[in-house]
């Protein structure tokens, strides 16, 4: 039951090549004004013009929004309102807790 879990994986995997990928020196990319010209000949054919690279994003659609409810509207006015009265002043618009008259 007990087997080698080396087995099972890559030697990508292992702590013994991830020590390897960075025992060397990693150097910071220079500035944009040292980066050196490269020639592209294969897509310029040999004219010899150093043509320039534009990457555009990739084509992407947002997803479509999710549908909208379907409901007959007489069920979207809610609960007949009802018209409150204030107990102290006998007003209505008000309760007794928000009453401004005077005791």
Known sequence: CRQNVHRFTESYFTVATYRKAYSQTIHPIPDKTL??????????EG????AEISMKPPKSLRPPPRPRKKR???????????????SRCNQTGHF???????I
């Not at 004219?47 to 150093?50: A, E, L």
């Not at 007794?96 to 005077?102: D, G």
């Open 35 to 44: 980066w050196k010209e490269h020639s592209l000949e294969s897509s310029n």
């Open 47 to 50: 004219d010899g013009n150093s």
């Open 72 to 86: 007959s509207r007489a069920e979207d006015r809610g609960p007949v309102k009802r018209v409150v009265h204030c």
């Open 96 to 102: 007794r807790t928000t009453c401004a008259a005077p």
